[in-house]
């Protein structure tokens, strides 16, 4: 196992967990504990994590594992979810894509589409979020209108004044929502303020808005609310999702589809 995978799967192991021995996240990974040891104190000099005797726990009372840590938990959920989400948007509409791992795959499979191939646009894309802004630009048939703003690193989504100024001026056909939590009752949320901030902005540029989430995004809550469960016009989950969960959006007006 490679350095870089490794220490996603500690971190991802300290997210879930709250707090790891260094003997037992050697035996999990299959690993010397000397390589772990050595694992944590480089994370910690990082701040992804705080150092105990013996261990090491998550660093801060909220924590958020960065995007680029971030390991392929729910990979078939999300790749299915994201192709679910490309088929309901239409050639020549312009998107609105916040960001995130899910919404991420939304973009990759927007871009293999084939009757997204050519087109003057054959897409107009509009996002806070450099990674998707990056991997689309090499797509000559999309038009990439990237916000602005100050770059957030544990998501690489822009925000603050600057995005507001770009996303007061535009109107989207749809815009897709990457949450970290979605309830009925709390709405769509984010870790962070700023963040849902301007993804809040994006919902209420677009005609229509869809969520896409893994089942386990759904009935949770996070610190920064971006819209009600009301305003949401599609939630594309997978089928793990609750029965009982599943019907309550339906009741509150939200379209679900689940793959």
């Given at each position: 196992?490679?350095?870089?995978?490794?220490?996603?799967?500690?971190?991802?192991?300290?997210?879930?967990?709250?707090?790891?021995?260094?003997?037992?996240?050697?035996?999990?990974?299959?690993?010397?504990?000397?390589?772990?040891?050595?694992?944590?104190?480089?994370?910690?000099?990082?701040?992804?994590?705080?150092?105990?005797?013996?261990?090491?726990?998550?660093?801060?009372?909220?924590?958020?594992?960065?995007?680029?840590?971030?390991?392929?938990?729910?990979?078939?959920?999300?790749?299915?979810?994201?192709?679910?989400?490309?088929?309901?948007?239409?050639?020549?509409?312009?998107?609105?894509?916040?960001?995130?791992?899910?919404?991420?795959?939304?973009?990759?499979?927007?871009?293999?589409?084939?009757?997204?191939?050519?087109?003057?646009?054959?897409?107009?894309?509009?996002?806070?979020?450099?990674?998707?802004?990056?991997?689309?630009?090499?797509?000559?048939?999309?038009?990439?209108?990237?916000?602005?703003?100050?770059?957030?690193?544990?998501?690489?989504?822009?925000?603050?004044?600057?995005?507001?100024?770009?996303?007061?001026?535009?109107?989207?056909?749809?815009?897709?929502?990457?949450?970290?939590?979605?309830?009925?009752?709390?709405?769509?949320?984010?870790?962070?303020?700023?963040?849902?901030?301007?993804?809040?902005?994006?919902?209420?540029?677009?005609?229509?808005?869809?969520?896409a989430a893994d089942s386990s995004k759904l009935g949770g809550r996070a610190f920064a609310r971006i819209c009600a469960a009301e305003s949401v016009h599609t939630l594309v989950t997978d089928e793990a999702a609750a029965r009982d969960a599943v019907r309550r959006f339906e009741e509150a007006g939200v379209r679900v589809v689940t793959?």
């Open positions: 196992m490679s350095r870089d995978a490794r220490w996603k799967a500690l971190l991802e192991l300290l997210v879930e967990r709250g707090r790891l021995e260094v003997d037992e996240a050697a035996a999990d990974l299959a690993v010397s504990a000397a390589t772990i040891r050595r694992d944590f104190d480089q994370l910690a000099e990082q701040q992804m994590l705080v150092r105990t005797r013996g261990g090491a726990v998550v660093h801060g009372v909220s924590y958020e594992l960065p995007l680029r840590y971030k390991t392929a938990r729910h990979a078939s959920e999300k790749q299915r979810i994201a192709r679910a989400v490309a088929d309901l948007v239409a050639p020549g509409e312009a998107v609105g894509l916040t960001g995130g791992t899910t919404t991420t795959e939304v973009a990759r499979a927007l871009a293999v589409r084939a009757d997204l191939a050519a087109g003057a646009p054959a897409l107009t894309v509009v996002t806070n979020a450099l990674n998707i802004a990056n991997e689309l630009a090499v797509r000559p048939q999309f038009k990439i209108v990237v916000t602005g703003g100050v770059a957030r690193p544990q998501s690489y989504e822009l925000i603050g004044p600057l995005a507001d100024g770009v996303l007061g001026q535009i109107t989207l056909d749809v815009a897709v929502l990457g949450v970290v939590a979605f309830d009925v009752v709390h709405g769509a949320a984010a870790h962070d303020e700023a963040e849902a901030a301007v993804n809040r902005l994006l919902c209420e540029r677009a005609t229509r808005v869809v969520v793959v």
